[in-house]
């Protein structure tokens, strides 16, 4: 093997976010090592405990340094949102060229579009190999999100430089066969020779898995023996309908089911302890918990079914939710709703969970009885979920061999 390729990889999510400890660090710290030299640089929101994010920041480096990756972050600005972004994007500019040329690196590796404008400069500049990992349709979220709209400035810009990184990529990453197969038709890519590599979001199914005497022993310290418990992991707000998981849970507890809703999430309680209360549903009936990242993969074993409901959309069919494959690494089988990037066919192809047609009472009432027909399995449809998890979902198996091909696209080194 000669020298070790040296990526620069590049994310706007900081290493210290929830985000980037579940879907940037675990991969680097595999593929480290592995005929790869990592540089990282993020961009660290500001912590309330100025003591406490220095702490953090010094305990992970030291980590990341010890396992071959040199961690460097400059500090996100958020607010007014054009001149802080634009500034953001100025002095990652600036240090991703001295990176570039202090670290002799050979590809940049870019985390969705605001990395992938400096990733196409330095490209440009120092002719480095550039991998475009795309995360979603930006533009086209943002038009669905009502944020902008198709004839306005910002989504032609987005779309600009979209299109200027997809030509110029030299691989390009997306979380969906059904992106890929419309990417591959789009005009940017006609007469193209770059590659175009499908990697979900993958799930470490070593730290999810399936622990039946902690389940067992928490339930009957919780009071949940005998219950139904569904569960929801994650932000709330934004993409996420809570109203209607409410209203899904709604219709279990009208027809008598002894169900029980545990919500786990950093975002504020009341945006869905209010809709709980509105909807009249007594406060025995739920837990909304705030847990650290290590320990949601032992709360979700508490649960039977895992839930998420989506607002379908155009730009939905990028996405690749990282919640499928926590739940089903922990053996839960899913409720979700159509529309979702390649949920819907891989819920069906491999029996796993329910989806829900429309947000309507008639369509909560057959997912409901249809998964809690699954649930009749027992401890087959658990481990249905969990062997579908660790074959298609995986992040050693799926995640890491699926960026290494990426990789290999620019060197001979043979991966252990």
Known sequence: MGEPMGILYISYNGALEPLGQSQVLPYLR????????????????????????????????????????????????????????????????????????????????????????????????????????????????????????????????IKLLERACLKAADCVVVLTHKVKGMLENSSPLQGCNTSIEVIPCCVDTEKFTINEEYRQRRRRELGWTGKTVLVYAGSLGGWYLAEQMVDFFAVGLRKHLNLNFLVLTHSNHRLIADIFQAKGISADSYTILTVPSSEVAQYLNLADIGIFFIKPSYSKIASSPTKLGEYLACGLPIITNRGIGDSEEFIKEHKVGTLVDSFDIEPYERALHETLRLLQERDAIRERCRQVALTYLCLRKTGIDGYQRVYSHFTDSKYA
């Open 30 to 157: 595999e593929l480290a090592g592995h005929g790869l030299e990592f540089t990282l640089l993020t961009f660290e929101k500001k912590q309330a405990s100025l003591l406490d994010e220095r702490r953090q920041k010094a305990q992970l480096k030291r980590e990341l340094s010890q396992q071959g990756i040199a961690w460097h972050y400059l500090r996100y600005h958020k607010t007014p949102t054009v001149p802080a972004t634009a500034w953001d994007v100025f002095l990652g500019l600036l240090y991703s060229t001295y990176l570039v040329i202090v670290k002799r690196i050979q590809c940049v590796h870019a985390r969705s579009y605001i990395p992938a404008l400096m990733a196409l400069f330095v490209k440009r500049l120092f002719g480095v190999k550039f991998i475009f990992d795309m995360r979603g349709l930006w533009a086209d979220e943002r038009v669905d999100a009502g944020q902008c709209t198709r004839n306005s400035f910002e989504y032609k810009a």
